[in-house]
């Protein structure tokens, strides 16, 4: 066997083993920090809380609100699968006692987190 012959005996294993369909492989580098919509409310503070997704009215109620002071949750990532290479339009509804303030807040979401597009950041 000559040089040639044995480079490319060689070589031609090591072409096959590299090459895949990186299409089919490719997963997201997703960073492990959670991200959240948030809404700073101004005054005392809220007695209840929730968002609706206005494309199906489903009522998202977060377990516990884990923020501090007058912020609240909008929307986390948590919800990131369900509206994943879309966005929607959700309505944050903040009760304090007979009053609800309201806001609407357009948010999109991709493989790994959710992001607002638009919405007031406090009201």
Known sequence: MNLKNLANAFLLPVCLMGCSDDKAERKPLCTENLNAIVVAV????????????LATSDTIR???????GNNYLVLD????????GQQEQFQFTGIRG????R?????????????????????
Do not use: Q, W
């Open 42 to 53: 101004a005054g005392s503070p809220l007695t209840g809380f929730y968002t609706v997704r």
């Open 77 to 84: 990532d948590s919800f990131r699968a369900v509206i994943a």
């Open 62 to 68: 977060p377990v516990r609100n884990a923020l501090t």
């Open 98 to 101: 007979d009053s609800m303030i």
């Open 103 to 123: 806001e609407t807040y357009v948010i999109r979401a991709d493989e790994c987190h959710v992001y607002k597009v638009s919405g007031r950041a406090s009201l």
